[in-house]
């Protein structure tokens, strides 16, 4: 049970796959290169990640080499999550 | 000073100025007025050594760079038009507009090499390719049988002196078409310049300006930004595509760069006042708001104008055709209670405007029809689109005038407000959008039977596209296959929303596809705050 992926994911598909099975996305899907958040895609979960967890992921953390799978977004969040 | 050539703008600034900064990379590089020009004479004198001739068609491939503003004057001094393609957007998308243009030769990053159109296509003259290695990315190009801009600025041929016209092609901006494939709007130096001196007459710039340059150079904005700029000798401060979405990072570069005129899309200032913090940064020097490309909702104006209390915002109207003519000057301090959004306003000096029905006859003063405008801004035509050509005007009083598509009402006191639209186009940030050209895109997809795409407007601007499909017998695709087939397609501002799959589409009694009724069927949006 991973809860802080399986959050990620519940927000991506309920709001930008609606109608999509929790299941096909997986942790390591590609999210931005393909197509699944654009730009205003990406700043909301940003803002959801921060609203959520209170961690404020920096310009570093949303690059598409940081951001492209919910894998690296939840590791980038665990890390902050430990310094804080 | 008279210009009778977009590049005159900058032959004078250089031999004024040749040592102030014009350009700011996005990564703070810097080039003067007088290398700028420099730079340019150079590129210009190797395109016509290679036989690039009045006339000719060049494609820019490039980021936002010193570069790409480099590419753009030399091929206007080579006396071709330039045609910006967005590099970002999928390879086939730039290769079809490349070819569609038959661009004689390109100016393009080096990582972008699949877009270049393939020699054997009919009616090709592709004579010469220029590659650029972009100090940020460095080791890409590299490709057999083209130049880099580097040994063309060593090569320092001298630029030359062709014949000038004020009618000559200047560039041509490519829109969404309806039919699948993008259209080409030609625009001379006469329809930029006639728009540009207008802009001083209203703005009045200074060399003491710092300019931003938020759209992207396949985007009609990019004309205010750089020839009013460049004319005025002010510091232009390009603004990646990346940072440009990044609403933190935009907060704190407008401040630091200390920007005195601020140009965009009403989509950027909103996320700005959403996400940018604008409170923590100072923003005394910034003296003048421009926004263009769609509706701003009252709500975030009002916000954004408190944050800047400084500078006079301006709303700019025109579609890419007629460039901007109708402006309206937004009041200091919006009252609490106004919740309408601002008209489009008054003519420019260089348009002139007739509102008709859609019988082509002119509506009583006050009534609501389609905005017509003729005048030295208007475009020549769609390129190698004839029959499209004609029908965007009908010719009155011995004149073109161009049909908007936009469905206005004239208010004495406003001037123009804006009611809506009657065809299949949409706006979303700030692009124009047809959705048949979605739907073409959609009906490449192998599994995929029909397709229809609708828009949900919501307060005037944030847009949602939905696109309806049914499927062939067999495998349905999942929503993220859709997404990711998209992607691959179309430009990014193009992708719907979401996706609703039917057994069948419903038509009308005629067999169309029924557009009011999936309209009917779109679900309940979702919020996003993102989006909200």
């Known amino acids: 049970m991973d809860q802080l992926r399986d959050t990620i994911r519940e927000f991506i598909v309920s709001h930008y796959l609606p109608g999509e099975s929790p299941d096909n996305l997986r942790n390591d899907t590609p999210l931005v290169s393909s197509g699944i958040l654009d730009s205003l895609g990406a700043l909301g979960l940003v803002s959801f990640i921060s609203e959520q ?11 598409v080499e940081h951001f492209d799978r919910i894998e690296d977004i939840a590791q980038s969040i665990e890390r902050k999550q430990v310094r804080q | 000073m008279i210009a009778r050539y977009l590049p005159d703008y900058l032959e004078s600034s250089a031999a004024e100025y040749p040592d102030k900064v014009a350009v700011f990379d996005p990564s703070g590089r810097t080039i003067t007025y007088g290398l700028l020009n420099q730079q340019a004479d150079a590129l210009a004198g190797f395109l016509c050594a290679r036989g690039v001739k009045r006339g000719d068609r060049v494609g820019v491939v490039l980021p936002k760079s010193i570069e790409a503003v480099v590419a753009l004057f030399g091929i206007l001094k080579a006396g071709a038009a330039y045609v910006p393609v967005d590099y970002s957007a999928p390879a086939k998308r730039g290769q079809r507009i490349l070819g569609d243009c038959r661009v004689r030769a390109v100016v393009i990053d080096g990582r972008c090499g699949e877009m270049i159109p393939p020699a054997d296509e009919p009616g090709m003259a592709l004579s010469t390719i220029i590659t650029v290695d972009l100090p940020t990315h460095q080791g890409s190009s590299g490709r057999a049988g083209a130049t880099t801009l580097a040994a063309v600025f060593e090569a320092k041929l001298a630029p030359p002196r062709h014949p000038r016209s004020r009618s000559d092609l200047a560039y041509i901006l490519y829109t969404s078409g309806s039919t699948g494939m993008p259209k080409g709007v030609m625009l001379t130096h006469e329809n930029a310049l006639s728009f540009v001196d207008w802009c001083s007459d209203v703005f009045e710039p200074s060399a003491a300006d710092r300019f931003s340059s938020h759209a992207p150079f396949h985007f009609d904005l990019s004309i205010l930004d750089i020839y009013l700029c460049v004319k005025h000798a002010a510091e232009l401060h390009l603004l990646s595509e990346e940072l440009g979405k990044n609403p933190k ?5 407008i401040a630091a760069r200390q920007l005195t005129i601020w140009y965009s899309t009403p989509s950027i200032l909103t996320l700005l006042v959403q996400f940018g913090h604008l409170d923590k940064y100072d923003y005394q020097r910034l003296r003048l708001v421009l926004f263009a490309g ?48 601002y008209p489009i306003g008054h003519l420019c000096e260089h348009c002139h405007a007739m509102v008709l029905d859609n019988d082509h006859v002119e509506v009583p003063r006050g009534n609501e029809g389609l905005l017509y405008i003729s005048g030295n801004s208007v475009f020549s035509g769609y390129w190698n689109r004839p029959a499209d050509t004609a029908n965007a005007f009908v010719v009155r009083r011995g004149a073109r005038w161009y049909n908007t598509g936009d469905v206005v009402r004239w208010d004495p006191q406003d001037g123009f407000v804006y009611i809506g639209r009657n065809d299949r186009m949409v706006k979303r940030r700030g692009y124009r959008i047809e959705l048949g050209e979605i739907e073409r895109a959609l ?3 192998p599994n995929l039977r029909e397709a229809a795409v609708v ?35 179309l430009p990014a501002y193009m992708s719907p929303d979401r996706f609703v799959v039917l057994d069948r589409l419903p038509r009308t009694s005629t067999d169309k596809v029924d557009y009011q009724t999936l309209n009917s069927l779109v679900p309940p949006s979702i919020t996003v705050s993102a989006r909200a």
């Open chain 1, 53 to 63: 967890f209170g961690v404020e992921l920096d310009v570093y953390d949303t690059s």
């Open chain 2, 249 to 253: 990072e935009l907060a704190e570069f």
């Open chain 2, 294 to 341: 769609e509706v701003f909702p009252v709500k975030h104006l009002r916000t954004v104008q408190r944050q800047w209390p400084g500078a006079t915002f301006y709303n700019l109207y025109g579609p890419t055709e007629t460039n901007v003519c109708t402006f309206a000057r937004i009041p200091a301090n919006i009252p609490d209670a106004r919740d309408a959004p």
């Open chain 2, 443 to 445: 009906y490449l997809h």
């Open chain 2, 455 to 489: 828009s949900v407007a919501d307060g005037g601007m944030v847009l949602e596209i939905i696109a309806f499909l049914s499927c062939q017998d067999g495998e349905k695709p999942s929503i993220i296959e859709l997404k990711t087939f998209c992607k691959a397609k």
